[in-house]
Structures are given as C-alpha cells and as structure tokens.
C-alpha cells in the first residue's frame, strides 16, 4: 500500500487549491462585497435620517426673549433650522421642504416679563412616532437652554451628567464597526460554503475522498483558504476604515481588533464548510449563506444597540456568535477596554470548533459514498432502467 | 398584387372580420402559454422562488430592529427621596415616552446593571429631592450614561430635560411661563415600525419584480430558448406580454407574504385597500418589465441576481423611506425623483396610512408610475429583436 501524503501536505495543497479557485470566481466575490456595500449605505442614510430633520422658524415678537428663545432653539441642534416669515414657513410645510413650523407668536417676550402663559406654537407633520418625539424633546430642550442661560432660573432642578466612557462615538461610526463583522462573515460564508458545495456537485469530492490523504487535513484545508480569502477582505475593509478614521483603534487594541476579525473570519468559514457540505448545491448555499449571515448580523444587534433592544431579542443574541466579535471590535476600536475578552474569544473559538466538527461528521466517506450510490441508484439503477424491461 | 385594394367580394368584410378575431384569440393564446410555461419554469426553480420572497422580509425585520433600538431608553431609577414630588418627577419621565423605565433599589445596583449593558442609564433622584423642590432651591438630578453612540446618548438627555419641563408644567404652572403647544398634521399617531413597514411592500414588489422576470428573461437567454421563441412565428408583443405576465403572477408572492406581514404581524390596516392594491398591482407591473429589460440585456442570471440585490436596498433607501425625501438633501431629491420606488413609496403610504410623503397628489404618482411602465415595457420589445440574437 502506497504511503499517504503528509498532513500539513494535504492540508496546504487543499488551501492552495481552494483560494485559486476562490480568486477566479471574481463574480462571487462581487457578490459577497456588494451586500455589506449597500449596508453601509443603509446605515449612512440611517444616520442621516436619524439626525437632523429640517424645520421652519417664525420668529413673530421683536422683543429680548422672543430672540433669546429662537436662538436657544437654533443652539438645540435637533434640526435643521430655517428661520423664515409665516408665509415662506407655510410654502415650504405645504411641499414637505420642512416637517413642522415652530412660531414664537407676538406678544410672546410681554407675556413673560409679566409671567403669563406664553406658547411656543408648533405645528408638525406628525408622520410617524420618531419624528414626532425629536418634535416633542427638542422645545423644551430649547426652552430649558433659554432657563439656564438666565441668573436667576426658575427651573431649580437641574441634570447633573456623566458619561461611563472616556469617548463619544458618531452613529455613523458606531455602526460601521458591526458591518465590518458583517462583511467578514458575508465573504467568509459565500467562500466557503459555495466553495465545499462546488466538490459535491462536480463530484470532485469523491477523489478528494479517496485520496490518500486524512480526512481532517482536507477540511483543515478548506477552512484555511476560505479563512485566509476572508481575513484579507476583513482587513482591506478594516485599512479603508482606518484610513477614512471610521475604524480607528490604538497601541495594543489594533492587535484585539485584528484578532476579532481573525475569529470572525474563522467563525464564518467554518460554517460555510458545515453549510457547503451539509446542503452540497452551490445555488442552495449562495442564498443560504447571504441569507443566514444577514440574520446572524441583525441578530447580534448590527443595526442598533443590543442594550437598547427588547429583553427576548437580547437573549436570542447571547447564543449568536457574531454578537461576541462585534462586542470585541467594539471595545477595542472604541472603547479601548479588554472588557469580557476572555469570553469574546472563547465563544468565537469554541462555535468554529463546534462547527470544524459538524464538517468532519458531514464528510464521512460512509455517508458521502452512500448518498452518492443511492443518489446514483435512483438515475441509473433500477428505477431508472425499468422502463426498458430489465 | 392580383387584386386591387378597393376592389372587395361583397363577403370579404365580414371575412375579415373572422380572421381579425381568430388572430386575437391566437394572439391570447400565446400569451397564455407564455404565462403558463414562465409560471411552471419559475415552480420549477424552488431556491430563486425561495429568495424572492425571503429577502423583503428580511428587509423588515433590519428596519424592524433599526427603529426598535431606538425607540426607547432602558433606564433605571434610583429613587433616593420617596416623596410625592420625586414620585411626580418619575411620573414625569414616564410622560416623555423616551425611557423603558424600571426602579431600582440602591445606586449601586444600577451601576452594575449598566456596566453589565442590561441598562443605558441610570437617574438618580437624590434623597433631599423633595425638600429642596419644595423651598425652590437648586437640586440636582444624577444622570450617569452608557454613552455608546451620541445619538442616543442626546436622545436620553433631551429626554431627561423634557421631564423637567413636563414636571414643572404641572407642579409648578406659574414659574415655567414657556410652553409648546403642538398641533399636528393628522389626527392619529404612527409608529416608526408601521411607518418603515408600508413602504417594505414596495421593495418586496421591487425585488420580486427584477429577480423574477429578470431571471426568467435571462433563463431563456442562458439556454438558448429564446431563439426558438424569437423564431417561432408568434408576434413579439404575445412573448413579452405572456412572460410578464407570467413573472408578475410569481413576483406577486413575495407582495403577498409582505402584505400578509404587514397586516398579521404589523398590524396594519390600509385606509383604502382598493388604492393599496391598484398601487401593488401597478408597482409590481413597473418591477416586471423593468426585471424584463434588465434580464434581456444582462442575459445571466447570475448578473440579474447580484444586480437586483445590490441595487434594490440602496434604491429603496434613495427613496425616502425613513421620512419625506423632501426632508433631505437636494442631491437625493433629484437623485430619487429619477426613479419609480420614490412614487411607489408614496403611493402607498396614501394609500394604507393617509400621508402625503411627496409633493405629488395620489393620481399624479400613479400617473407617473404608468409612464415608467410604458416606457420599460418598449425598451423590452425593443431589446428582444431577432437581430439581437446571435447564433
């Protein structure tokens, strides 16, 4: 009997073999880039749409605090404040140029000085909850501006703040470090999976099986190449972010947020391998794997906060993997803090070891060789040569 | 020419008259068998049918989890002072619909359910709270934040100050003269998910739309079919007209578990379901013949789906899905005012909660949307040419 291959051998031929594959599928590897693309387009635009809506001024009484009060409202920095006459703010409510008018009616500077009722009128196009409530928070935010400013406030309680991090993070930038995991996970998963699922209906796997080589080193393999083709994209993404200042970590955190992509990348090819050898249709597992990694991604709280979402939702996250790369990139990019790294890298590392199983288990030559004979069975076995009168 | 054109046998009107309805029948004929043969094709093709109506959902539920994250703040108090003005300013912050609020024993506590991210704030109302509000004198009020983004992080603060508005409005109506009386545009209140989730029908009917008939168009190019169709003696609006058709028919799949989700799971209810549904009909007519043209010119499938992917969610968003279009910059005014999901989206926020989303009225929207489904059903008879094939 011929002696095997070595491991490392079989192990990096499979790896070879695999990427040089991978890089002439430049169709798949477009496919995988544009989803993450357009979700970071999602989250500029949501940002935006987050961030400051347009309004209209009218600022109707000439006196001191009418002008104190508009200032205060344009100092709030909820909106996008155009201050305008009563006539312009109607024109451009009618064609949606502004979504509410704010008036500060005449007699409005008197009615304080003499500590009457004076009302700020507000007139909203009330098309939905979140910009209402912006409406809603943002007048008495200006009105308790315009308070504070004075020597003698009459609101006596005041807010006394602190923060529990060092550092303020943009909306924008808070979200682009998930879909970093979310492009990791895209390209690892679209790699892998239609990579494995390729062997099986080229029927390549069955010489791959038959070869002399050990069954672990062939998967090892194949988690290699999709892992390496996924750490570099992870880390083109994560070199454009550093340079556009998105992704921006310091001294030791550069190397806990390139170990949090490594993870990741490692997470996602390994559930690939699983996904590609358990369904083995490359069409099947394209729209799995894109499929599967959006739900992983949305599942870990990618498009929010996961403290801010409904206790059930924060639960299904705890058992999604993905949720511990994003916290690790999170604390290092962020955060600069090593808070439950241990744990973060733990869960990633265990979930591929878990799944590295899964694959050996669905490439057993047993099962492999038996669906393929059974496979063969029902196109040219007897079924197949009844009609002929065998 | 045998015969002179004005000369006629006294029978041949009525002759004519015969040919001119078998040939409408034959002409209905083949467009019936096109529909039949792209529906049987697209049953056949269970994974496409599968991602055509998974993927609009999927968009709901990433704008269900974007605008549940920031409703509202979980937050805990810590209530040091049990008087009545301390209970009336937690009160207070329950009324400013910004905090999901829950009370807790010690400051400690809380400090650890922050740090451990089961909370993003923590309010501490101090002990000589009430004392100190009752004589007038300066209190304040401890707010200690998870600040991991800014908005959100202004979005508690505006909410803390607005409780101390809502709290000296009705405790104290004489010191605080300042009020905003807001009058809004419609009489009902809607909520962010019910707002995102309307405007999902029409990327549902958008993706299945392109991906179907774009994929069914690029199918009969991959194989070669279309040759035999474009050979065959049948007139090429029969063709077009059956495989649209045919690829509206499945593409209404993906509408319906969106509409179906909208409903059940949404709760929403249309104000004019015969408005609602004409505008389904009609965007899902506009997505098939712009799938058509699109898969007539790309003639791979895989092209059409990685087309139709890219394109669809960023399209959608151009859109003014969020808020009025209006509301943002020129540059995307004009860059969505360029194409039919900007007038799809408006017409069916009218159509199911009554808004006004674009400068247009309903009849000019659907006025526009008809235009765009003309001019994509020409370009699909033109780019399906025999000339076009090559053999």
Partial sequence: MQRGVSFVDACLATARKDLVIYLRQWKTILTSLIMPATYIMVALLGSIAVGRNPVALVVQDRGAVAEQVARAVVASDVFRVSRVSAGQAQALYDRLAVGAIITIPPGFSQAIEQHRRAPILVMANNLNLDFMNDVRRSVPDAITFYYGSLPNSPLTITVKQRNLRPRDVDLFQYEVVPLVSLLVTVVGLI????????????????????????????????????????????????????????????????????????????????????????????????????????????????????????????QVASFDPLTYGIHMLQMSIFYNSFDRLALDVLVLAGASAVLFAVSLAAMRPGLLLGKQARARGRVGGPVAVKGGGA | MLFDDKWRYPWEPALHAQERGAGLLAFLDIVYECLRKEIASALQERVALFQMIILPLNYNVLLILFALAGSAAPTAVVMQDRGPYAQRFYDAMRASSSFRLKVVGSEAEANSMLQRGDIVAVVTIPADFDRKVGRGQPVQVGLFTNNLNTDFTDDVNRGLRLAVTLFYQ?????????????????????????????????????????????????????????????????????????????????????????????????????VDWGGFLGTVLLMSAVSVAAGTVLGNLLRQRQTVTLLTRGSSVPLFLLSGVFNPITYSTVGLVVLARLFPVHYGIALVQWFALGFRTNSLSAADNALVLACFLLVFVALSSLVLRRGHVTH
């Fill in chain 1, 191 to 314: 790699a892998s999976s239609s990579g494995a699922a390729r062997e099986f209906e080229f029927l390549s796997i069955k010489e791959i099986m038959l070869a002399p080589s050990h069954r672990v080193a062939i998967v090892l393999g194949k988690v290699v190449a999709s892992w390496v083709a996924t750490c570099c994209s992870g880390l083109l993404i994560f070199a454009v972010g550093y340079a556009l200042d998105w992704t921006h970590p310091e001294g030791p955190f550069v190397a806990t947020t390139l170990l949090a992509i490594a993870l990741v990348a490692l997470f996602a090819a390994t559930v690939g391998i699983a996904l590609g050898c358990l369904v083995r249709r490359v069409q099947s597992v394209n729209v799995l794997s894109t499929t599967g990694s959006v739900w992983l991604f949305f599942l870990a709280g990618g498009l929010g906060i996961i403290q801010f979402e409904p206790v059930f939702l924060r």
């Fill in chain 2, 170 to 270: 009705r405790e104290f109506p004489g010191r605080v003269s300042i009020v905003a009386q807001v009058r809004e545009a419609y009489g009902h209140e809607t909520d962010y998910i019910p707002y995102l989730s309307v405007s999902v029908v029409i990327i549902g009917l958008l993706v299945g739309g392109l991906l179907q008939a774009g994929n069914a168009a690029a199918r009969d190019w991959e194989l070669s079919t279309i040759k035999e169709l474009l050979l065959s003696p049948a007139p090429r609006p029969a063709i077009v007209m059956g495989k649209m058709l045919g690829a509206g028919a499945v593409s209404l799949l993906s509408a319906l578990a969106v509409i179906l989700f909208l409903v059940l799971v949404i709760r929403v209810w249309p």
